[in-house]
Nanobody
Framework: QVQLVESGGGLVQPGGSLRLSCAASGIIFSIADMGWYRQTPGNQREMVAAITRSGNTNYADSVKGRFTISRDNAKKTVYLQMISLKPEDTAVYYC?????????????WGQGTQVTVSS
C-alpha cells in the first residue's frame, strides 16, 4: 500500500504565501507524475500543477507565475510553493501521485489540506 501525507495548509491573508508538501511512503518502486489539485464546494476537482519524474511542469492558467511545483525524488515528496495568494485560491488542495508499487502501477490521492485566503 501507498500512503500520502500532506502538510502546509492554513489561513493566509491575500498576497501572502504558503508551501504545501506531500510525502509518499510504503512499497514504492518509483514515482512517475506528481501533481496538485484543488476543489471547492459544489465544484469539480481541478488540476493546479503537475510535474513529471524528469522535472517537466504544467500549470493551470490561473496560477501561472504565482505557484511553483517541485519534487524531491529521493524523499518521495512533492511541493507546491504558492505566492501572491488570492481569495479565489481558497480550496482543499490534494496531492496526486502515479506510483509503481505492489501489485502494480496505481494512482493515489492525499487526504487534502485546506487553504484559506482571507483578510
Amino acid at each position: 500500500q501507498v500512503q500520502l501525507v500532506e502538510s502546509g495548509g492554513g489561513l493566509v491573508q491575500p498576497g501572502g504565501s504558503l508551501r504545501l508538501s506531500c510525502a509518499a511512503s510504503g512499497i514504492i518502486f518509483s514515482i512517475a507524475d506528481m501533481g496538485w489539485y484543488r476543489q471547492t464546494p459544489g465544484n469539480q476537482r481541478e488540476m493546479v500543477a503537475a510535474i513529471t519524474r524528469s522535472g517537466n511542469t504544467n500549470y493551470a492558467d490561473s496560477v501561472k507565475g504565482r505557484f511553483t511545483i517541485s519534487r524531491d525524488n529521493a524523499k518521495k515528496t512533492v511541493y507546491l510553493q504558492m505566492i501572491s495568494l488570492k481569495p479565489e485560491d481558497t480550496a482543499v488542495y490534494y496531492c496526486n501521485v502515479d506510483v509503481f508499487s505492489v501489485p502494480g502501477r496505481g494512482d493515489y490521492w492525499g487526504q487534502g489540506t485546506q487553504v484559506t485566503v482571507s483578510s
